[in-house]
């Protein structure tokens, strides 16, 4: 129920406006999220980079109101990587549809997908959103894919059709991150039971490492803080003779830190998503849903 409360108040316009004004919702996010800028995110990719642990960024902001701000994230985010290599980082970006603009049109986002990824030659992640966006989103992965190659794509193991929809992208050998999800959506679209969940990412988790075991498919990236699905994967990989570098682990900046030095120092790829911009709040509601523990964090900013 909590859950649901926190994964309303995600979508809700009027929290959104009215607490990210508040000093100790400001401190509470500072846990994870190093600042509101580029700059930050670069920081702290470089402090990570030191236990070598690489980062992926991602500019915070959902739906758009405008193209014009579509037009301003693709800016952003083609100079950030201009930026990114001037400093000689290993830090990739990962991008969502609704913020290039796919709420006015499938030709709309991928055009400017399209134009990012011209922009760079690390590879551009794709988010996966709310469950209504996903077939629009595998249109836009596709093409992009097909044309310029350098683009990645985010699935979650809780929608019944990933796997279908996994299959049907093997052809294209993508660099694919799974990830259990993070909106809330019926039973009849994603599997309540966590159990369902886990098991649908074992299942993907296999269907990738098989895939890489030939040397032609993508990376497979493993988006979790869970230590059953990592432990799945490297028992996976393990038992297909797959050496420790050809898969990876990405989590968010400030959860399971010690895991993620732990992993890097044991011979694994790691990558922390770090995240920035001032349109935190829906993203922030997600992380405090998924859990709830982290409440408790926040209740504290709010005595001190
Ligand atoms: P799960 O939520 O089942 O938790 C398992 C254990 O992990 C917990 O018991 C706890 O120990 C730890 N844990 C998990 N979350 C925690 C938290 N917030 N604080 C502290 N401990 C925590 N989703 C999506 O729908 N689209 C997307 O594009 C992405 N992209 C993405 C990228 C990356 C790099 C990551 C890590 C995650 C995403 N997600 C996402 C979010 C994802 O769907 C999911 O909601 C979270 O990763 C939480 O699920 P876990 O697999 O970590 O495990």
Redesign the pocket.
Known sequence: MLRNTLLWASTNPFLAKKLPTYRFVQRATKR?MPGADLDAALVEAKALAANGVTT?TTLLGENLVSLDEADRVVDHYVGGLKEIEARGLDVEI?V?PTQIGIDFGVDEARKRLGQIAASTTSLVWV???SSEYVDRTLDIFRTVKEEQGNVGL?I?S?LHRTEADLQALMPLQPDI?V?????NEPPEVAFPK?SD??RN?VKLSQTLLRARLGGSAGRP?F???????IGEANRIALELGLEKDRHEF???F???RDEQVRLARTGHKV???VSYGAAWFPWYM???A??P??LLFVAKQLVR
Do not use: W
């Not at 990830?179 to 909106?183: P, T």
């Open positions: 994870f992926t990962s969502k988010d996966m959103e985010c979650q809780y991150r990830v259990k999800g993070a909106y966590k969940v886990d990412f990236v988006g979790t803080h869970d230590p059953n699905m990405a989590m968010l400030g959860i399971q990558r922390v998503l997600r992380r405090l998924e859990r523990a982290n």
